[in-house]
């Protein structure tokens, strides 16, 4: 028996096996879909493809995946590209687990998706998420790990760690989260943003741009908003300790509001003339007392028993 299954990641692997941007080999080349929910099940099949020399560059798996028998798993991140040769030099990551964990699934990662299929549907977030194993680091930490993730996946996510088969609240799988332990349900939207805008601001594949909704600034937008979701629906829905009031008047009318919005956005009090046009502060304080505002009416209207439907 082996004492490690070493495992090797690159920022195309992320990408292709743990979202499916673009379809990959291991999970599906017509990436996630619920119309094909099997992929092509790679994980827990004896099918291999590619070269060790290209496995930077490509998809790899060869007959050591189902053969080997270990105890732990190793990863080691690599930048694209790199020569065999030059993998343990360039590597920025690596780390491994010590709990033996592999002995509950027969020693590989083939018996482990067996048990836990990457496919859609398999199960539901959070509670059927396969093994998170502690990991300990050889090069690199748990913190810089972890910020190679946004901010937003850092919120519902923790350190230190290695998941297998992680489901969203779509019911999509990820095969492998690396380096984390998700809390939250939609940690596909924090790991494609991570990707997109190499965790920056201005410098990514695809920068944040608000006035064009760039794929990034959407994924980075939506992951917040479910962060907000998740903490909203386990204060007022599991806790009870809030009851979602002032937000739920607008919700009750928010036909009115949204048309009214629309018609006023550019009168006072909604809005004014700024002194300096590029103020962020000026602009958020603007928002904020037109939203204020917006609410104290749909307040008044719900006291009235006032509701516009269609």
Not at 5 to 25: E, N, P, Q, Y
Not at 182 to 195: D, K, L
Request: with cysteine; glycine share 6%; hydrophobic share 40%.
């Amino acid at each position: 028996m082996a004492s490690w299954m070493i495992l090797l990641l690159t920022f195309a692997s992320i990408t292709d096996v743990s979202v499916s941007l673009r379809g990959d080999r291991w999970s599906s080349q017509q990436g996630g879909s619920p119309n094909v929910p099997e992929g092509d099940g790679s994980w827990s099949n004896t099918v291999t493809f590619g070269t060790a020399e290209a496995a930077t560059s490509d998809d790899f798996k060869n007959p050591g995946y189902y053969d080997i028998t270990a105890e732990n798993v190793a990863v080691w991140h690599v930048p694209n590209n790199e020569p065999v040769t030059q993998w343990r030099l360039t590597s920025f990551l690596r780390y491994h687990t010590e709990t033996k964990f592999l002995n509950s699934y027969k020693g590989n990662l083939y018996n482990l998706f067996k048990q836990f299929p990457v496919k859609y549907n398999a199960g539901s977030c959070p509670s059927n998420h396969g093994p998170s194993v502690p990991v300990v680091y050889d090069v690199g930490d748990a913190s810089y790990n972890h910020h190679l993730y946004g901010p937003n996946i850092r919120a519902i996510s923790t350190p230190g760690f290695i998941t297998f088969r992680a489901m969203n609240t779509e019911k999509a799988a990820m095969a492998i989260c690396s380096g984390l332990k998700p809390t939250g349900c939609h940690n596909e939207h924090g790991i494609i943003s991570a990707v997109l805008t190499k965790c920056s601001r201005d410098h990514g594949f695809i920068p944040i741009n608000k006035n064009l909704w760039s794929l990034s600034y959407v994924t980075t937008l939506s992951c917040f908003a479910f962060v907000l979701l998740t903490v909203c629906f386990y204060t007022v829905d599991v806790k009870k300790w809030w009851s979602g009031a002032p937000f739920f008047y607008p919700g009750m009318n928010s036909i009115l509001v949204y048309v009214g919005h629309e018609v006023f956005e550019d009168y006072f009090p909604f809005r004014w003339k700024m002194k300096n046009s590029q103020s962020h502060a000026e602009h958020l304080t603007q928002n904020l007392l037109a939203t204020c505002l917006w609410m104290l009416i749909s307040y008044i209207l719900y006291r009235k028993k006032i509701f516009w439907k269609i």
